[in-house]
Every structure is written in structure tokens, then in C-alpha cells.
């Protein structure tokens, strides 16, 4: 089991850039790692992917604004995002999926402003 620990939230004008990290506290080599995106009201929904291969995929919504890395060595992985938009805002948690298993971060608020 892994657990995983979010950061690099906060509130930002619209567009902006901020950084979010996910640090676990075990390898996560094998995992696929996610972001999602909570909005007020609204279900939690997938923002971005990467595979243990480092294959990405994105939400349309974040396509060439949001970019999501993995650094294996410090079992981390991040999110940048760039040109914020006011419907950016909500919670984003981070996932790691394996074997059938996964595993969520508490999330980190993100609050865009216009």
C-alpha cells in the first residue's frame, strides 16, 4: 500500500501557472498515476494520466495547458498547469493504480481567480 500526499495548491489569476505535486511514500515504479479534478457540486472526473511507461493522456478540457510528469527516483509525480481558467477550480487528488488497486491522496484545493 501506498500513500500518497498532495501539494502546490492555492489560489491563482486566471491564467496563471501553478505546480501540483504527489509524493508517495513508496515506489510507485509500477503504478499508473492520475490527476482529478473535484469541482463544487460536480463528480470527481480524470484531468490526467501517465502509465508506468510514461504514456500520457488528458482530459480535452486541459489539452496543451496542463502537463503531467513522473520522477520514479523520488516517487513523485507532477502536474503543471499553465493558462488557468476560472473552471479549473475545485479539488485535484492524486491516484496511483495497480494490480487492480488504487490509491487517492486527501487532494489539494485549487482556486482560480478572475
Known amino acids: 500500500q501506498v500513500q500518497l500526499v498532495e501539494s502546490g495548491g492555492g489560489l491563482v489569476q486566471a491564467g496563471g501557472s501553478l505546480r501540483l505535486s504527489c509524493a508517495a511514500s513508496?515506489?510507485?515504479?509500477?503504478?499508473?498515476m492520475g490527476w482529478y479534478r473535484q469541482a463544487p457540486g460536480k463528480l470527481r472526473d480524470l484531468v490526467a494520466a501517465i502509465t508506468s511507461g510514461g504514456s500520457t493522456n488528458y482530459a480535452d478540457s486541459v489539452k496543451g495547458r496542463f502537463t503531467i510528469s513522473r520522477d520514479n527516483a523520488k516517487n513523485t509525480v507532477y502536474l503543471q498547469m499553465n493558462s488557468l481558467k476560472l473552471e479549473d477550480t475545485g479539488v485535484y487528488y492524486c491516484?496511483?493504480?495497480?494490480w487492480g488497486l488504487g490509491y487517492w491522496g486527501q487532494g489539494t484545493q485549487v482556486t482560480v481567480s478572475s
Open positions: 491516484k496511483g493504480s495497480t
Open positions: 513508496g515506489s510507485i515504479f509500477s503504478y499508473t
